[in-house]
């Protein structure tokens, strides 16, 4: 191998490592823009403020707890007043129930006694 075979294979690799160079700095330049267009989607201060202006704190954690707490405790009194409710109203109709037929006796008897037609009757 003569000089000159050397210095074309010596400038062949160079261009390779020249076209090499290349790619990879268009490969870097793809990934820089990438990388800038995501640091404009990312929170900025301005944007974690806000965020944490709207954020519960302990506080509101510990209000919502204490809260929950007695709406359960009234939902208990309100399923006790309802259950109360409902005692009533079965006492009424068992009261009612054996009162009517003796009711509706004395109304006939009544009825038999004075010559009184029923109206709901004719």
């Known amino acids: 191998m003569n ?3 050397k210095i074309l294979k010596a400038i062949e690799a160079l261009q390779t490592d020249v076209k090499d160079v290349k790619q990879g700095q268009k490969e ?3 990934a820089i823009t990438r990388f800038e267009a995501g640091q404009k989607n990312t929170a900025t201060k301005d944007d974690v ?3 944490k202006k709207d ?5 509101d954690a510990e209000r919502l ?3 929950q707490m007695r709406l359960e405790s009234h939902m208990f009194d309100i399923d006790r007043g309802i259950f109360a409710v409902k005692e009533i109203v079965q006492l009424i109709n068992q009261t009612l ?3 009517m037929p003796n009711l509706e006796r004395r109304v ?3 009825e038999e ?3 009184t037609p029923n109206p709901t009757k004719h």
């Open 3 to 5: 000089n000159d075979e």
């Open 28 to 30: 870097q330049g793809i």
């Open 49 to 51: 403020t806000a965020i």
């Open 55 to 59: 954020m519960a704190t302990k506080d």
């Open 65 to 67: 707890d204490n809260g």
């Open 97 to 99: 129930t054996r009162k």
């Open 108 to 110: 006939e008897n009544l």
């Open 113 to 115: 006694n004075t010559g």
